[in-house]
């Protein structure tokens, strides 16, 4: 028999996980009635929230108790209020707002794959019909598209500086399975003198497209609908993104993927892979480690690389060198990989 270590048993930490779905549900309530927002708003008791949301009194008190306990809201007497944390990413008033992001996250595909998790496990993939979220043209993506892109400014924006210190002036930029965008976009902002091409399905491409003109930058936006394992390429491009695509896939098809890249990279460019990279321990950090759940769940056999695996799968492609850059409390980094 094992002999346990760590702190002693502890029969909440098993409630705790079983029931994790409890917070879920809650706080999908609280974004899809606007409670956050109503609060926002200056609504403060159960009666005034549920007036404003078309909720039940009844409802609305047990939701906002439940979200106190949980660090949402604020509660004195019966005046609820909102958290830093709910004021900044909750509320609709917000521009940080995160709310849509359920949209991606809860979607029924996503969902789905997480609800036949014993049956991944078993298979050591998805337990979705037709290879899960890469089937072609999956619609989830569109959902992805729309729906992720508030939270995809911030590392956009580094993405962007880490690029660009390293590959400065006129660059031809292509974005692999560009999604939102909002990655190339930010090179394309940042530095006038490039030119961006997205390559994502036709669906998705509809959102980048739409995105690059609020921008301002459809004069500079190209776009290759298809496949990033057969369409043209075209190119020759100084630098190209890869960011959140490669975890998709196991390594031969990451591999596969390189060096079809390789051949549409300039001699002195640079392929930018932006990842969930866990350490080696594959348990920490958090944020990264467990997004290889994310995979299990909704992907044949993709998977969160760590930086030594990306570094071999590339060098298995035939490029030179490749370079860690994390950034502060983040859980994505990006992989700097020269031909
Ligand atoms: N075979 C494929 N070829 C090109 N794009 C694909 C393929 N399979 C999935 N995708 C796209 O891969 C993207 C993954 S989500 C990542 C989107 C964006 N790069 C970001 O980092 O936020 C989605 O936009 C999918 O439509």
Same mark, same amino acid.
């Given at each position: 028999?094992?002999?346990?270590?760590?702190?002693?048993?502890?029969?909440?930490?098993?409630?705790?996980?079983?029931?994790?779905?409890?917070?879920?549900?809650?706080?999908?309530?609280?974004?899809?009635?606007?409670?956050?927002?109503?609060?926002?708003?200056?609504?403060?008791?159960?009666?005034?929230?549920?007036?404003?949301?078309?909720?039940?009194?009844?409802?609305?008190?047990?939701?906002?108790?439940?979200?106190?306990?949980?660090?949402?809201?604020?509660?004195?007497g019966t005046q609820y209020g909102l958290t830093a944390t709910a004021k900044t990413f909750?509320?609709?008033?917000?521009?940080?707002?995160?709310?849509?992001?359920?949209?991606?996250?809860?979607?029924?595909?996503?969902?789905?794959?997480?609800?036949?998790?014993?049956?991944?496990?078993?298979?050591?993939?998805?337990?979705i019909p037709e290879s899960g979220t890469l089937a072609p043209e999956h619609n989830v993506?569109?959902?992805?598209?729309?729906?992720?892109?508030?939270?995809?400014?911030?590392?956009?924006?580094?993405?962007?500086? %880490?690029? *660009?210190?390293?590959?400065?002036?006129?660059?031809?930029?292509?974005?692999?399975?560009?999604?939102?965008? *909002?990655?190339?976009?930010?090179?394309? /902002?940042?530095?006038?003198?490039?030119?961006?091409?997205?390559?994502?399905?036709?669906?998705?491409?509809?959102?980048?497209?739409?995105?690059?003109? /609020?921008?301002?930058?459809?004069?500079?936006? %190209?776009?290759?609908?298809?496949?990033?394992?057969?369409?043209?390429?075209?190119?020759?491009?100084?630098?190209?993104?890869?960011?959140?695509? *490669?975890?998709?896939?196991?390594?031969?098809?990451?591999?596969?993927?390189?060096?079809?890249?390789?051949?549409? *990279?300039?001699?002195?460019?640079?392929?930018?892979?932006?990842?969930?990279?866990?350490?080696?321990?594959?348990?920490?950090?958090?944020?990264?480690?467990?997004?290889?759940?994310?995979?299990?769940?909704?992907?044949?056999?993709?998977?969160?690389?760590?930086? /030594?695996?990306?570094?071999?799968?590339?060098?298995?492609?035939?490029?030179?060198?490749s370079e860690l850059h994390r950034f502060e409390g983040a859980p994505h980094a990006v992989?700097? %990989?020269?031909?």
């Open positions: 028999m094992e002999t346990p270590v760590g702190p002693p048993p502890s029969p909440f930490l098993v409630f705790e996980a079983i029931n994790a779905y409890h917070r879920t549900a809650a706080i999908k309530a609280a974004i899809e009635l606007q409670v956050f927002t109503a609060i926002d708003n200056g609504r403060r008791s159960a009666a005034e929230i549920a007036a404003a949301c078309g909720a039940a009194e009844r409802g609305v008190r047990i939701i906002c108790d439940n979200l106190v306990v949980y660090g949402l809201l604020t509660k004195d909750l509320s609709g008033n917000s521009p940080a707002y995160m709310g849509g992001a359920i949209q991606f996250l809860l979607s029924p595909t996503i969902m789905l794959g997480f609800d036949r998790m014993t049956e991944a496990v078993r298979r050591g993939g998805t337990a993506w569109v959902d992805f598209a729309r729906a992720m892109a508030p939270m995809m400014m911030m590392p956009a924006q580094q993405l962007a500086e %880490t690029v *660009l210190k390293v590959k400065p002036g006129p660059i031809a930029v292509l974005d692999i399975a560009a999604g939102h965008g *909002l990655y190339g976009l930010a090179v394309c /902002k940042a530095n006038p003198a490039s030119r961006l091409t997205a390559l994502d399905w036709a669906n998705v491409l509809e959102v980048a497209t739409e995105n690059a003109a /609020k921008i301002g930058l459809a004069d500079r936006f %190209t776009t290759i609908a298809g496949s990033a394992f057969d369409a043209p390429l075209g190119g020759p491009y100084d630098v190209i993104l890869l960011p959140n695509f *490669l975890h998709h896939f196991d390594p031969p098809t990451c591999v596969a993927l390189a060096k079809r890249l390789k051949s549409a *990279l300039n001699p002195d460019g640079v392929v930018a892979t932006m990842e969930f990279v866990p350490n080696d321990d594959r348990v920490s950090p958090p944020g990264a480690a467990t997004f290889s759940l994310v995979m299990l769940a909704s992907t044949p056999s993709g998977d969160a690389y760590t930086f /030594k695996e990306y570094e071999q799968m590339f060098a298995d492609a035939g490029y030179s060198s992989v700097l %990989t020269r031909p």
